[in-house]
């Protein structure tokens, strides 16, 4: 019943939403007339499943623009209450588990575009205050300037300047006459900025993949206390867990030990057969047993004739 009056109420306003998700309207600027909107709801899970974010305290939102950072998601939240993590994603997580901690030399950059982003607020009344937000809130302030990155053509510029817009702060779909953006030459000063700030610090790299190691040895010995516990103890169906985890140690799978695995079958089957039990048999072994002498015999002739001509041969 909330959801149908919900829509209807966005119909009036002639604002289509999606189902159970509240619009926000946002502007660039405050002379800017067009608003894009956040779709904005409160962030749930199934009972019972672990969940990286605070329940009833997080703020699930999708449609963020490229040009609308971290900071800027919590400065226009921060008057419903205060804002305890903000984190931008592509896409939204699929599985609730506890995420990662991700690293800032390892991590691959993220690619520009809309996103979704999860705003955990100290306090409840801040999740009831945000999803009752009207708007529109506006992104690039005087006191808080947005750039978007995208530089106009000359010939916009007093276009976007009649339009409030700042030329550093246009979007290439604000206006018709603004479809292809002129990108900004770097400086050299910029170019070696940029590889200064490539360069990692040996200090702060060691004490990242000292982190990162820490955290995945807790998490394999979790792992491996988990499968101790769980070996051998039946469930509520009475069925057992097979593991890897067992007294003997599974073999590598090389060709090495695979040939070795052969042979020791080849024995085994060798013992258990009865030889000379069948008169195949008797005939397979006479036949082997020629073949062996007549190699023989070739070996000694060629060894004969090496010492002949050799003349090493002493028959006497």
């Keep these: 019943a909330r959801r149908r009056k919900r829509a209807a109420r966005d119909s009036e306003k002639g604002l289509l939403s999606p189902p159970g998700y509240s619009a926000i309207p946002i502007k660039f600027s405050e002379k800017q007339q067009a608003s894009h909107h956040l779709y904005v709801r409160e962030h749930r899970v199934r009972g019972g499943t672990k969940s990286s974010w605070p329940q009833k305290r997080t703020l699930f939102v999708l449609n963020v623009p490229p040009y609308c950072t971290e900071e800027c998601l919590s400065r226009l939240l921060s008057p419903c209450g ?18 990662e901690p991700k690293s800032k030399f390892f991590d691959p950059k993220p690619v520009p575009g809309f996103r979704v982003a999860y705003v955990a607020f100290q306090k409840p009344g801040g999740l009831a205050a945000a999803l009752a937000l009207k708007g529109p809130l506006l992104v690039s302030t005087e006191s808080h300037p947005v750039k978007s990155g995208v530089h106009c053509h000359p010939q916009n510029l007093p276009h976007h300047q009649n339009a409030g817009l700042h030329p550093s702060a246009c979007v290439p779909r604000c206006c018709p006459a603004c479809r ?12 070696i900025r940029d590889y ?31 499968a101790k516990e769980e070996e051998g103890v039946p469930d ?6 097979v593991t890897r985890r067992g007294r003997r140690p599974v073999l590598p799978r090389t060709e090495a030990a695979s040939l070795r695995v052969l042979e020791r079958e080849k024995q085994k089957r060798a013992r258990k057969e009865l030889l000379n039990f069948y008169a195949w048999q008797h005939r397979e072994t006479k036949m082997e047993h020629l073949a062996q002498l007549r190699k023989k015999f070739e070996e000694d002739k060629q060894r004969i004739e090496l010492m002949r001509a050799q003349r090493k041969f002493r028959p006497y």
């Design 236 to 241: 509520e169906e009475g069925w057992v867990k």
């Design 180 to 191: 292809v953006p002129l990108p900004s030459r770097p400086s050299p000063s910029e170019w």
């Design 82 to 99: 205060a804002v305890q993590s903000v984190q931008l994603q592509e896409k939204p997580d699929l599985a609730e588990s506890p995420q």
């Design 196 to 226: 200064t700030d490539s360069v990692p610090d040996p200090e702060a790299l060691r004490v990242d993949v000292d982190t990162f190691m820490e955290t995945y040895d807790k998490k394999m010995a979790e792992e491996e206390a988990k």
